[in-house]
């Protein structure tokens, strides 16, 4: 057993925790994470995610309390697609992306918005653009371009309209539209992706909640279609009815906020506190 010095990424107090030699094994250049409860380094909870030279390489603050609808008519993706590591290495994507990068990006995706992730690593570059079009085929549109910061400076001013991650930092947010606070239902999906061990099925079960919002949106689109007059509550009942599964608030407004991003359709406000009652 080892003891690792980590730091709560809300509070910043520092802690120990020990790891067992028997979760390491599965770590080769992926990450182990390690769920944080509550009282352990403080009242928070967090995710540590740990390299297999036992360095601390990101945290995570997710809300757990999040229930994605889980619908069958959903088309599902096979667990077969990406077996060739030359196309996407998912484990080189998982210790390279962290899961702030990552929701972020996916939030960008989901907005709409042109990206630019800056990395000074070119064996990489390949592999990224492989996976993010992987996981948003068949759905929604995407316009990445991955580059140098050598090469970003100098074409900086072609690029005014696009929001631009470097390691941790969103650099560049022209539609402030990257707000951590509102992305609890992009980090609980980040993290599940992270976290599954099964590689295979990780980037599958990424690919799929991508797919399932872009079919509920579409699903809420021709709805509207019949009413335009339509309010948050209407769609809930008509989501709820349609795909017999339990919308949550949480779920909801990550649609409306994708209707509201992505395809430019506002859906009047409902309180939070009436749609808990319903």
């Given at each position: 057993?080892?003891?690792i010095?980590?730091?709560?990424?809300?509070?910043?107090?520092?802690?120990?925790?020990?790891?067992?030699?028997?979760?390491?094994?599965?770590?080769t250049?992926?990450?182990?994470?390690?769920?944080?409860?509550?009282?352990?380094v403080?009242?928070?909870?967090?995710?540590?995610?740990?390299?297999?030279?036992?360095?601390?390489?990101?945290?995570?603050?997710?809300?757990?309390?999040?229930?994605?609808?889980?619908?069958?008519?959903?088309r599902?993706?096979?667990?077969?697609?990406?077996?060739?590591?030359?196309?996407?290495?998912?484990?080189?994507?998982?210790?390279?992306?962290?899961?702030?990068?990552?929701?972020?990006?996916?939030?960008?995706?989901?907005?709409k918005?042109?990206?630019?992730?800056?990395?000074?690593?070119?064996?990489?570059?390949?592999?990224?653009?492989?996976?993010?079009?992987?996981?948003?085929?068949?759905?929604?549109?995407l316009?990445?371009?991955?580059?140098?910061?050598?090469?970003?400076?100098?074409?900086?001013?072609?690029?005014?309209?696009?929001?631009?991650?470097k390691?941790?930092?969103?650099?560049?947010?022209?539609?402030n539209?990257?707000?951590?606070?509102?992305?609890n239902v992009?980090?609980?999906?980040?993290?599940?992706?992270?976290?599954e061990?099964?590689?295979?099925?990780?980037?599958?079960?990424?690919?799929?909640?991508?797919?399932?919002?872009?079919?509920?949106?579409?699903?809420?689109?021709?709805?509207?279609?019949?009413?335009?007059?339509?309010?948050?509550?209407?769609?809930?009942?008509?989501?709820?009815?349609?795909?017999?599964?339990?919308?949550?608030?949480?779920?909801?407004?990550?649609?409306?906020?994708?209707?509201?991003?992505?395809?430019?359709?506002?859906?009047?406000?409902?309180?939070?506190?009436?749609?808990?009652?319903?």
């Amino acid at each position: 057993m080892t003891s690792i010095i980590i730091n709560c990424p809300t509070c910043k107090t520092k802690g120990k925790i020990d790891v067992h030699k028997e979760q390491l094994k599965d770590v080769t250049r992926g990450l182990l994470a390690i769920n944080i409860a509550r009282n352990i380094v403080c009242e928070h909870t967090f995710i540590a995610y740990i390299d297999k030279n036992l360095n601390v390489r990101d945290y995570f603050v997710a809300d757990f309390q999040i229930e994605l609808p889980e619908i069958a008519s959903i088309r599902k993706v096979q667990h077969n697609i990406l077996q060739n590591k030359e196309i996407v290495d998912i484990d080189l994507i998982k210790l390279n992306l962290p899961a702030l990068t990552l929701t972020y990006i996916l939030k960008a995706i989901l907005s709409k918005l042109n990206i630019i992730l800056i990395s000074e690593q070119e064996f990489l570059y390949t592999h990224l653009i492989n996976f993010f079009k992987y996981i948003t085929s068949d759905a929604f549109e995407l316009n990445l371009l991955i580059m140098s910061s050598k090469d970003f400076s100098k074409k900086k001013k072609n690029y005014r309209n696009f929001v631009v991650f470097k390691d941790l930092k969103v650099i560049q947010n022209p539609k402030n539209i990257l707000n951590l606070k509102k992305l609890n239902v992009e980090k609980y999906i980040i993290n599940r992706f992270l976290i599954e061990k099964d590689l295979g099925f990780s980037y599958i079960y990424l690919r799929n909640e991508i797919f399932k919002a872009y079919e509920l949106s579409n699903s809420i689109i021709k709805f509207r279609q019949l009413d335009d007059e339509v309010k948050r509550f209407t769609i809930k009942k008509f989501l709820e009815k349609e795909y017999s599964v339990k919308i949550g608030v949480s779920y909801l407004n990550f649609l409306i906020n994708i209707l509201d991003t992505y395809f430019n359709i506002k859906i009047p406000s409902t309180s939070v506190s009436f749609l808990k009652l319903i």
